[in-house]
């Protein structure tokens, strides 16, 4: 088992930054995949981003190319780095992980690929 908790979110005006994070506890956490979700009132929960538990390979949705980095360290700790960020990145964001032992470059890009979730964190841009 892994738990996850995400923090770092907040209100920002439109073009500011933002770093969310992501703690993993429970189990080694360097062999999991790693992905942010996030998810508007409204809608449907959608992909933001990935990374491979080697960390050589990053995915990213079309909304969020160029503005939005996905990163890990070598422990137990991902993020997600939002610049210029506008109002429509407003959500709640969530990370996920998902055991990938056998394949360090797998990214995943579905919900349902990832049995463990966050409780996620507010992310608010106002214009």
């Known amino acids: 088992q892994v738990q996850l908790v995400e923090s770092g979110g907040g209100l920002v005006q439109a073009g500011a930054s933002l770093r969310v994070s992501c703690a993993a506890s429970?189990?080694?956490?360097?062999?999991?995949?790693m992905g942010w979700f996030r998810q508007a009132p409204g809608k449907e929960r959608e992909f933001v981003a990935a990374i491979s538990w080697s960390g050589s390979i990053t995915y990213y949705a079309d909304s969020v190319k160029d503005r939005f980095t996905i990163s890990r360290d070598n422990k137990n700790t991902g993020y997600l780095q939002m610049n210029t960020l506008k109002p429509e990145d407003t959500a709640v964001y969530y990370c996920?992980?998902?055991?990938?032992?056998?394949?360090?470059?797998?990214?995943?890009?579905?919900?349902?690929?990832?049995?463990?979730w966050g409780q996620g964190t507010q992310v608010t841009v106002s214009s």
């Open positions: 429970g189990r080694t956490f360097s062999t999991y995949a």
């Open positions: 996920a992980a998902k055991d990938a032992y056998f394949n360090r470059d797998a990214i995943y890009t579905r919900p349902a690929q990832y049995p463990y």
